[in-house]
């Protein structure tokens, strides 16, 4: 009977060991596949790929430590200044004319415009000029009439003595008034030994005159003859 029970356990012992060393029997499960992706989940997954391997790519580089630089502020250039001076005052020019003449004071010693007198009346103007040239007047400068009515006086005549610039003559005419009523004017310049002519104003080119106004009045206003003199 002891022989007996061995025999069973022995028998169990190697039921249970072929049992463990059996294969599975359990069925192996099918590789299962990847589900299909539309267009954007493909996009988004190839961008993380490409994101992860740049990522790794990066890690394996050797990394360099950034130092700052300070920046200098930029140099300003000094532009130079252009020095300006006061500008000049005006001075009064020296180029005067050669001839030149001017009125004096008085101008008219004798006979005042629109002075009246009687048909025929004898009479004497004279005025009084100032060199305002640069040249010398000299006894060869003419005293000329130059236009309306010369009234009967000699119409040229040599100045009497020499008169530089600044200095002042007086010039004397003899006239006759006309016999008919009315205005009358007459005109004179002088004239260079050259037979230029020249007068007062600003460009030397006006004439001075005597003007007066003949009448029938029996008593003509007198009349006041006066020998021209040099004035310094």
């Given at each position: 009977m002891q022989h007996l029970?061995?025999?069973?356990?022995?028998l169990v012992v190697i039921l249970s060991i072929l049992a463990a060393c059996r294969p599975d029997s359990s069925p192996t499960p099918a590789p299962s596949l990847?589900?299909?992706l539309n267009e954007n989940e493909l996009l988004q997954t190839s961008v993380a790929q490409v994101t992860q391997a740049a990522?790794?790519?990066?890690?394996?580089l050797p990394t360099t430590t950034a130092t700052s630089t300070p920046i200098s502020a930029p140099e300003i250039t000094q532009i130079a200044t252009i020095a300006r001076s006061a500008t000049p005052e005006p001075t009064p020019t020296d180029d005067l004319p050669c001839n030149k003449a001017g009125a004096g004071v008085p101008f008219d010693i004798?006979?005042?415009?629109?002075?009246?007198?009687?048909a025929g009346q004898e009479f004497t103007k004279t005025w009084r000029l100032v060199n305002r040239g640069s040249c010398k007047w000299t006894r060869l400068y003419r005293l000329v009439f130059f236009s309306q009515n010369p009234m009967g006086a000699i119409q040229e005549q040599f100045l009497s003595g020499e008169v530089l610039p600044g200095q002042a003559i007086d010039l004397s005419v003899q006239f006759f008034a006309p016999?008919?009523?009315?205005n009358y004017q007459s005109n004179w310049m002088l004239q260079d030994p050259d037979g230029n002519l020249f007068g007062i104003g600003f460009n030397a080119d006006a004439p001075f005159y005597v003007k007066i106004i003949?009448?029938?009045d029996p008593t003509p206003t007198p009349t006041i003859t006066l020998t021209p003199t040099l004035t310094p």
């Open positions: 029970s061995f025999r069973y356990l022995l990847p589900p299909v990522f790794e790519t990066l890690a394996f004798t006979i005042p415009d629109d002075t009246r007198m009687y016999t008919a009523p009315g003949v009448t029938n």
